[in-house]
């Protein structure tokens, strides 16, 4: 049978919600009667979502409220993101 699970793609800190968040996707992982085929990613959520859904102003992409605004994005000329020293 097929396994479905949230997996952590990333931790990063969010400044609209003034925490670490983790980037997670929903993955489908096939039966072992088929272990040739990739595991599925079907969804992908921000732990802080719902969270963030609750402020009086729009939060990003993720919480499905501002489609401008990806925290988890790349930034240009930085290729660890926030992180990168």
């Known amino acids: ?4 699970t949230w997996q952590t793609i990333k931790v990063h800190y969010c400044e609209h919600a003034g ?3 983790k980037f997670e996707a ?3 992982f096939p039966s ?3 272990p040739d085929l990739m595991p599925r990613v079907f ?3 921000c ?3 719902m ?3 609750l402020f009086n102003q729009p939060a990003c992409v993720w919480a499905g ?3 401008v605004v990806d925290p988890f994005k790349e930034k240009a000329g930085r290729p660890g993101g926030d992180h990168a020293k």
């Open 43 to 45: 969804a992908h959520r």
């Open 1 to 4: 049978m097929a396994v479905k």
């Open 26 to 28: 929903e993955t489908v």
């Open 65 to 67: 409220t501002n489609p």
């Open 32 to 34: 072992e009667h088929l």
């Open 51 to 53: 969270q963030c859904n």
């Open 47 to 49: 732990s802080h979502a």
């Open 19 to 21: 925490c670490d968040v």
